[in-house]
């Protein structure tokens, strides 16, 4: 199982963060990775691993869910493409 950790770049210089759990057959969007501007709110994407108590924590907080279908976006969007470590 891998796991990783996106954070999510405001425009308000507020950060947003979030895991996903990946097993290790599933397709992952490129990690580390940068993505540049996403929308008019989101300057910036950011990814990279981490382990699966750093991705409990995150998965608790009330903003993650909200984010969910843009990091859905980013992995149909690099779908084919195995992450590297």
């Known amino acids: 199982m891998r796991y990783v ?5 405001l425009k ?3 950060k947003v963060e979030l895991a996903r759990s990946y097993r290790n057959a599933q397709r992952i ?8 501007k996403m929308s008019v709110d989101i300057v910036a994407v ?3 691993f981490c382990d699966f108590k750093e991705k409990a924590k ?9 984010y969910e279908p843009l990091i859905d976006i980013l992995e149909a969007k ?3 493409k195995v992450c590297g470590d």
């Not at 969007?29 to 540049?36: E, H, N, S, T, V």
């Not at 995150?58 to 909200?66: G, M, T, V």
Request: charged fraction near 25%.
């Open 58 to 66: 995150l998965w608790r907080r009330s903003d993650h869910a909200f």
């Open 5 to 9: 950790k996106y954070t999510i770049h």
């Open 78 to 80: 690099h779908n084919g």
């Open 12 to 14: 308000n210089n507020r």
């Open 46 to 48: 950011t990814s990279e």
């Open 29 to 36: 969007p490129p990690c580390p990775f940068r993505w540049g």
